[in-house]
């Protein structure tokens, strides 16, 4: 969480994030806080949607309830099953 956020530190906001979740297996619960402060970065730069590449819904280990706490409204999520089809949305934004 502290490496995005010292990442972020040179982002403009509007910024887009582009998150891949193909290679997750399983998460443990105790990541949720930490995936939690990542959200927490994105917002305080004002990011305006998050693209979630996800290829097995049944690995979301609960991704949208965390967004509900960490995005307000304005903040776009979209999630994907393929990279393709998240890269093109990008490409359509």
Do not use: C
Request: hydrophobic residues 55%.
């Amino acid at each position: 969480a502290l490496r995005v956020r010292d990442l972020l530190e040179d982002i403009a906001p509007g910024f887009v994030a582009l998150v891949d979740f193909r290679w997750l297996e399983s998460m443990e619960a105790g990541a949720a806080p930490f995936i939690g402060q990542i959200m927490d970065a994105f917002a305080a730069r004002k990011v305006s949607a998050v693209v979630r590449v996800m290829p097995d819904p049944h690995k979301d280990i609960g991704l949208n309830i965390l967004s509900q706490f960490h995005y307000g409204p304005e903040i776009k999520v979209m999630t994907f099953e393929t990279l393709a089809d998240a890269v093109q949305s990008l490409a359509g934004a």
